[in-house]
Nanobody
């Protein structure tokens, strides 16, 4: 069993920044690809960014590319999402997820086997 705990969410104004963290335990974090997803009120959960086990390959969704950066520290069993230039469309609950079976880089939430409980991000104008 892998446990994931997100932190770092909060309320910010347009143009602000937040850094989300996701701490993993109970598995071999350094072997897993990791992803960040978000869910706006009343909408489906959607892909934001993903990173391979080594951090060597990263991919992010078009609307966040250039503003959000995913990274990881395998020594700390933690994956991060640095979010800059936030706008109201970035509001939602942000979830981290671990791909413990496929070891690829996936945008489909079905590829991920473990999920955190989520952290709220609210961007106001």
């Amino acid at each position: 069993q892998v446990q994931l705990v997100e932190s770092g969410g909060g309320s910010v104004q347009v143009g602000g920044s937040l850094r989300l963290s996701c701490a993993a335990s109970g598995g071999t974090f350094s072997r897993y690809s990791m992803g960040w997803f978000r869910q706006a009120p009343g909408k489906e959960r959607k892909f934001v960014a993903a990173i391979t086990w080594s951090g060597g390959t990263r991919y992010s969704e078009d609307s966040v590319r250039g503003r959000f950066t995913i990274s990881r520290d395998n020594a700390k069993n933690t994956v991060y999402l640095q979010m800059n230039s936030l706008n109201p469309e970035d509001t939602g609950v942000y979830y981290c997820a671990a791909d413990t079976e496929r070891y690829g880089l996936f945008t489909d939430l079905l590829a991920y086997t473990y999920w955190g409980q989520g952290t709220q991000v609210t961007v106001s104008s």
